[in-house]
């Protein structure tokens, strides 16, 4: 079993940065890829980044490739996003999820967090 919490988010204008933070329970976070989504109203939840177990492995979606960073501190038993010059459609609300084996598709996806709101003005 692992529980999620996310943090982190917030309102920024466009051209900024946030970081969000996944704080994770139970001893086994290190054996877990983990992933970031988000979801707009009245959109479907999509993919943003996944990182393998170790961290040696990483994952975008195109839309956010080259502008966002996913990490994980496994003896802080986290995972970050780490996102830069953010634009008006990355409003969402970002959720961290954890399984097994990194993945791109949400319903592959055993844990999820209550997820953080992230606004980017114009």
């Known amino acids: 079993q692992v529980q999620l919490v996310e943090s982190g988010g917030g309102l920024v204008q466009a051209g900024g940065s946030l970081r969000l933070s996944c704080a994770a329970s139970?001893?086994?976070?290190?054996?877990?890829?983990m992933g970031w989504f988000r979801q707009a109203p009245g959109k479907e939840r999509e993919f943003v980044a996944a990182i393998s177990w170790s961290g040696g492995s990483t994952y975008y979606a195109d839309s956010v490739k080259g502008r966002f960073t996913i990490s994980r501190d496994n003896a802080k038993n986290t995972v970050y996003l780490q996102m830069n010059s953010l634009k008006p459609e990355d409003t969402a609300v970002y959720y961290c999820?954890?399984?097994?084996?990194?993945?791109?598709?949400?319903?592959?996806?055993?844990?999820w967090g209550q997820g953080t709101q992230v606004t980017v003005s114009s």
């Open positions: 999820a954890a399984d097994p084996v990194p993945s791109s598709s949400w319903p592959d996806y055993d844990y």
């Open positions: 139970g001893r086994t976070f290190s054996s877990y890829a």
